[in-house]
């Protein structure tokens, strides 16, 4: 048996590096472990074989009918093997391997911060081993696509005592540090020289300030000749403002209303890290929402950063007021196509749940389908909700040009009609509120934050490219 490449997990940032490596050794297998393969393969109901040998865990795995059983495989996978496990080998074909290895790697993912014993609960886990020869450059993309989707998932489960919007700004910053692409952060004297009324209102009951950042990635030969603009919601954390949550437990997980803003920073992240030739701009407009101070309060009229007034009928429909200025801004790079990602409404997720997320726009129908081929390979799936012009309607007041509300039916639609309304290039909406926290252990996305959207977003960034 050859050990063709080697993979590395980083328990310093509890993250997966890939490297590809030829390793010369061979191992001849006791005559004990050929007859437990040979069992195995017979075995039509086994998935996988996992086999203990000389302080290597040795996984011989099947052909699935579909990659996600493969990527669910490596869940499982990961659920069999003790925490003290250092090395595993996995023996399969190429693609195989590789989405079981996508799979395991993710399944390791810990936010253990505050855990008192996180030393002890740590995954021990340092290096996979392949019979398979993996290029090096799928090596790269996964891990790039790995790291990205950790980080995403530390912001979301990080609190907001730990993530503030300044905090997030940061956190952004040094990811373009590291990555090779450009960082502006605008700070609160900055957004309200813009007149950025929705951002400025939502962030009156805070003590916080807050931010508007911009990054921008643009390789030397970028594919497009018009920026592809991804904006980012970036409420760090929503109490409803004085429209407070009403119903039991609905503020718990509300660190992750931030997850949009995750999502296409970490897209951008990844794309740098895989030098995608694609230049994209990202705009994340951040506060959190709060009912203190001289908090907005509903009946108030915003002045937003393109000049419609709204009037505010619920302050718990804050992410689309600070959506709608960063969308608007967006039109001062003249973009191909602009996408939004937002945990934006509870419809999307009584709608369709968490297992997938909403998509609607008035984008040429490439796009879409381009999505949605992305979303079935990565199994980060969509479904596109209509658009009509009729659903606007709801949105127009009788005292200011719109309301934040809608009539409270199709309120995933109507959002993304209001939305729409700040936008002047093609434009995408995506309502990641179901998928983007899980309340419950979901095979490999784990529970709290998924990083949804990161690896659906470079699968249809590659397409584009």
Request: aromatic share 8%; with cysteine.
């Amino acid at each position: 048996m050859n050990f063709n490449t080697s993979a590395v997990f980083d328990q310093q940032e509890g993250l997966v590096v890939l490297v590809g490596k030829k390793i010369e050794t061979q191992t001849k297998l006791p005559k004990v472990v050929s007859e437990e393969l040979e069992t195995f393969h017979k075995n039509e109901d086994a998935q996988f074989l996992h086999l203990p040998l000389k302080g290597k865990h040795y996984v011989f795995i099947k052909d699935q009918a579909s990659d996600e059983k493969q990527r669910v495989m490596g869940n499982k996978l990961r659920g069999v093997l003790p925490k003290q496990v250092k090395s595993i080998f996995i023996d399969g074909g190429k693609s195989n391997s590789l989405l079981v290895a996508e799979g395991f790697a993710l399944s390791c993912y810990q936010y253990l911060r505050y855990r008192k014993e996180a030393a002890k609960e740590k995954f021990a886990l340092e290096t996979i081993d392949f019979s398979a020869k993996i290029t090096a450059s799928l090596l790269s993309e996964l891990s790039a696509t790995l790291k990205a989707v950790f980080w995403a998932r530390d912001l979301v489960n990080e609190p907001v005592s730990g993530l503030n919007a300044t905090q997030l700004a940061e956190s952004i910053e040094a990811k373009g540090k590291e990555a090779k692409f450009s960082v502006t952060i605008l700070e609160k004297s900055k957004i309200e020289a813009l007149k950025m009324g929705g951002l400025l209102a939502v962030n009156k009951g805070s003590i916080d300030p807050p931010t508007f950042t911009i990054i921008e990635y643009k390789p030397k030969k970028p594919s497009n000749k018009k920026p592809i603009v991804l904006v980012g919601k970036g409420v760090v954390y929503d109490t409803g403002g004085l429209s407070l949550k009403p119903t039991a437990g609905s503020m718990d997980s509300m660190k992750s209303d931030m997850a949009g803003a995750a999502c296409m920073a970490g897209t951008i992240y990844a794309a740098a890290m895989m030098e995608l030739p694609i230049h994209l701009i990202g705009l994340i407009p951040a506060t959190d929402n709060r009912p203190g101070l001289n908090a907005y309060a509903p009946g108030d009229i915003i002045t937003m950063y393109d000049g419609t007034t709204v009037e505010v009928l619920n302050t718990d429909a804050e992410g689309r007021m600070i959506l709608a200025d960063a969308l608007a801004y967006a039109d001062k790079y003249k973009p191909e196509l602009v996408i939004d990602a937002a945990t934006l409404t509870g419809a999307a997720v009584r709608a369709i749940g968490s297992k997938a997320s909403i998509i609607m726009g008035n984008a040429d129908k490439k796009y879409f389908n381009h999505l949605n081929e992305a979303g079935m390979e990565t199994h980060e799936r969509v479904v596109e909700f209509p658009f009509w012009d009729d659903y606007y309607d709801e949105m127009k007041s009788k005292i200011a040009d719109l309301n934040n509300l809608g009539s409270g039916y199709a309120g995933m639609i109507t959002a993304g009609k209001f939305l729409e309304h700040f936008v002047k290039a093609p434009y995408i909406h995506m309502d990641i509120a179901g998928p983007a926290f899980l309340d419950k252990p979901q095979d490999y996305k784990g529970f709290g934050g998924t990083g949804t959207g990161i690896r659906l977003l470079i699968n249809f960034l590659k397409r584009l490219s």
